[in-house]
């Protein structure tokens, strides 16, 4: 017993003598530029009581140097020139330090990563977000050439459809616009991911040309519009509001337009006791000399109310806000 109460004393004295080594924070915290110089890397460090807060602040501090820089890039009108690619491999390599997680933010960030610390002394998380330039450049030019593609694609649809019909040109030209947007933001980003790459001014140019075609043929697109089943003509002004707004021209009905817009409206009113019920449905098609160019149908789940007079203005102001929210929508996005 003795021999094991001496062990025990010894044990308890080394404890003492030689105390437990400080765990040692990481390079990156002590000197960020260090492991993350800006030639190769966009990146902050940031420290708070949770590692979910360190990380939003890290991330809101990236997030705050492209939304400045890239609002200085718009505004200096930088010139874009075709770009280069570099295969090299090495693009690829990575070193991972400590615990990496890669995400995509809600800031529209491409390619941020984050590696977190965890010191006890001060009770605090350290995050470090970052991009490394060589890793997100190739991956944003893979993703700038696919919008590219789906431009042309609809581009070109949109040119071979303006001779008969100008209405579904610019819906193709729309389509196109989409992916214009998305190219171009990109453009801007690897601008400061990358700024050695150069991309086609004249690509950045015609993407950027498409909004003014589209008006241009919406103000050359005449339309008559017919409408049934609306007695106080709340929705058909609603409807000519709504393709005023995107530049066409409205003729009387009788008059000579390129389209013939048709707007019926279905009420479907019975009377189940002392309450009104309807189940109202609307559908508006437009067709040119060629057929019809675009449709689009709504039916509506049962409608009450006390006094048919209360109801009829319930179904007009139910389609109305219907109309305003989805009709224009539907009809650039239906092609």
């Known amino acids: ?3 094991v109460l001496f062990l025990f004393v010894l044990l308890v004295s080394c404890s003492f003598v030689f105390p437990k080594a400080k765990r040692t924070a990481p390079e990156w915290v002590l ?3 260090s492991v993350y ?3 190769k890397y966009i990146g902050y460090v940031s420290s708070a009581r949770t590692e979910d807060e360190a990380k939003e602040k890290s991330l809101g501090l990236i997030s705050n140097y492209f939304n400045t820089s890239i609002q200085s890039v718009s505004n200096s009108n930088s010139v874009l020139i075709e ?3 570099n295969d ?3 693009w690829y390599k990575k070193n991972t330090m400590n615990r990496t997680v890669t995400v995509k933010s809600d800031a529209n960030l491409f390619g941020v990563e984050y590696n977190f610390y965890f010191s006890e002394g001060e009770n605090l998380y350290y995050c470090a977000a970052f991009i490394d330039r060589a890793l ?3 991956l944003i030019l893979q993703r700038m050439e696919k919008n590219k593609k789906n431009f042309t694609d609809f581009y070109m649809l949109g ?3 303006e001779k008969n019909d100008c209405m579904t040109a610019m819906r193709y030209y729309a389509k196109a616009s989409s992916f214009a947007s998305e190219y171009l933001s990109l453009a801007e980003y690897i601008s400061l991911i990358a700024p050695k790459v150069k991309i086609s001014k004249d690509d950045v140019e015609k993407m950027a040309g498409v909004s003014s075609r589209i008006s241009q043929l919406a103000q050359s697109s005449s339309i008559n519009i017919y409408a049934t089943g609306d007695s106080n003509a709340v929705l058909k002004t609603t409807v000519e509001n709504l393709f005023l707004n995107e530049g066409f021209i409205l003729k009387d009905f009788g008059e000579t337009a390129g389209y013939l817009m048709r707007i019926e409206i279905e009420r479907n009113i019975v009377a189940d006791g002392e309450v009104f019920i309807a189940t109202p449905r609307m559908a508006v098609v437009i067709s040119s000399a060629d057929g019809n160019v675009f449709s689009y149908s709504k039916t509506f789940e049962r409608l009450k109310a006390f006094k048919e007079s209360t109801l009829h203005k319930h179904i007009e102001t139910k389609l109305s806000e ?5 009709l224009i929508k539907e009809f650039y996005e239906s092609i």
């Open 31 to 33: 000197n960020f530029k």
């Open 88 to 90: 090299d491999s090495s």
């Open 136 to 138: 997100c450049a190739p």
């Open 83 to 85: 770009a280069n690619f």
């Open 1 to 3: 017993m003795n021999r």
């Open 37 to 39: 110089p800006s030639e």
């Open 322 to 326: 219907e109309l305003k929210k989805s």
């Open 159 to 161: 040119q071979k459809s």
